[in-house]
């Protein structure tokens, strides 16, 4: 039996995307480099910051710490709220709970960052933990994230699952021996979850609450 549920932050429990996509764009046009498309921008989505500078906007290495400082000079005060939470997410939360599930965010992004848009959104009470990374990049690898709240909340791989929307999400279950539950609601496409291995795979917020309560 499943007894921790861990939870990717954007793209699962949080439709992000407005307000990361401003962030960015903000960032790009501050140090003058060009923006990419939306459609270009949605493989921003889901890898740790840098990476995403780095491989989806092209800045150069050199650049990459000033475009992460002047993304979050923006996030931190504004970008982040510009978000919402998925419709029927609280829900879920409450009935994995009522069934002895415990519910845990694991994010790439930064852990302050998370914990204050859960709470902003009134659904921080609804998870027994919130992990992510630091400000200092570390920890930014999901992998990295999942040993960190398995070590602060005493659980097992065998006594997890991780839900996800992206190939990174699925990369950093396979990395520590997680089982992963891909979602389609998000960001990601169901080619990508096959591809990267998920376990299984859910179109919608019931199909994923029917699932998880059986494990």
């Known amino acids: 039996m499943k007894t921790t549920i861990c939870f990717d932050l954007d793209g699962t429990v949080l439709d992000s995307k407005p307000g990361v996509f401003h962030s960015v764009t903000i960032a790009l046009d501050e140090l003058s480099f060009p923006r990419p ?33 002047s993304y979050r000079a923006y996030y931190s005060t504004e970008g982040m709220f510009e978000a919402s939470i998925f419709e029927g997410i609280p829900e879920l939360l409450q009935q994995l709970r009522k069934v002895g599930k415990q519910t845990v965010v694991t994010t790439s992004k930064p852990q302050v960052f998370a914990r204050r848009i859960l709470e902003r959104f009134g659904v921080a009470p609804l998870f027994d933990g919130i992990y992510g990374s630091e400000l200092d990049n570390t920890r930014s690898r999901k992998s990295e994230v999942l040993r960190y709240a398995m070590q602060q909340m005493s659980f097992s791989v065998e006594d997890a699952v991780l839900i996800g929307d992206r190939v990174f999400d699925v990369q950093g279950a396979k990395e520590v021996g997680m089982d992963i539950v891909g979602i389609l609601y998000g960001y990601g496409t169901r080619e990508e979850l096959q591809v990267a291995g998920a376990d299984c795979i ?10 998880l309560k059986t494990l």
């Open 37 to 69: 498309s939306d459609k270009e921008l949605m493989a921003f989505l889901g890898p740790p910051l840098q990476d995403g500078f780095a491989n989806v906007c092209h800045v150069p290495p050199d650049r990459v710490a000033d475009a992460i400082r």
């Open 202 to 211: 859910v179109e919608d917020m019931p199909a994923l609450y029917d699932l």
